[in-house]
């Protein structure tokens, strides 16, 4: 069964701390996708990979860095979380033009 | 930039009726159409996918697609309290690019 594996489900954090999403898929997919999903706003993109060490900016990366070392595993990171930073943040991989398959999500609470 | 655009919703129907949702797109090269369900709490699922004009089903839902006039729809035969969730549109990347464009989405609720 394919799986897309996020971290953690629920987190909290200070205002200021550095912030690590971790996720890995085990499909061999050559792309990775960071969503953050907020009431009212969809999905909305923050970073895409489509390749190892290969990332390209979406819609809203600003706060936001990644890190794509190995095929499987793609990291969110919040250089100084804050508060404008609580979302709900899906991680998803892609084979081609093919469909996505989600991670469960991280809940981040920055307090 | 291509644009898709789903009305929000919420969309109220009876147990039992036809839940039909709708989806407009602005890239007319856009080929391929893909239905995702989301529950509250939960992360989307694909559940449909269409790449011709005309119908596609499969059990209870039933896909529709008219290029010409740029519209995807998603018809929910007999629909169960169950389909309640929140139904995102998508159109995959196109001209060299793989990053999808997702509606908004459209909660729908199926009251018994």
């Known amino acids: 069964d394919v799986k897309v594996t996020q971290s953690s489900r629920y987190l909290v954090k200070r205002t200021g701390e550095k912030v690590f999403l971790e996720c890995v898929q085990d499909?061999?997919?050559?792309?990775m996708f960071w969503y953050r999903q907020d009431p009212g706003l969809g999905l909305r993109l923050i970073y895409f990979?489509?390749?190892?060490?290969?990332?390209e900016k979406g819609d809203i990366p600003e706060g936001y860095s990644v890190s794509r070392e190995k095929k499987e595993r793609f990291s969110l990171i919040l250089e100084s979380a804050s508060t404008n930073q609580t979302s709900m943040y899906l991680c998803?991989?892609?084979?081609?033009?093919?469909?996505?398959?989600f991670g469960s999500g991280t809940q981040l609470s920055v307090l | 930039q291509k644009e898709v655009e789903q009305n929000s919703g919420p969309l109220s129907v009876p147990e039992g009726a036809i839940a039909s949702l709708n989806c407009t797109y602005s890239?007319?090269?856009?080929?391929?159409f893909f239905w995702y369900r989301q529950y509250s709490g939960k992360s989307p699922e694909l559940i449909m996918f269409?790449?011709?004009?005309g119908d596609k089903e499969d059990g209870r839902f039933t896909a529709q697609l008219n290029k010409a006039s740029q519209y995807v729809s998603l018809l929910i035969r007999d629909s169960q309290p169950s389909d309640s969730a929140t139904y995102l549109c998508?159109?995959?990347?196109?001209?060299?690019?793989?990053?999808?464009?997702f509606g908004r989405g459209t909660s729908l609720i199926v009251h018994p």
């Open positions: 998803a991989s892609s084979f081609g033009l093919e469909k996505l398959f």
């Open positions: 499909m061999d997919h050559e792309n």
């Open positions: 990979s489509y390749d190892v060490k290969m990332k």
């Open positions: 890239d007319r090269g856009s080929q391929s």
């Open positions: 269409i790449y011709s004009n």
């Open positions: 998508a159109v995959p990347g196109s001209g060299g690019s793989y990053i999808p464009t």
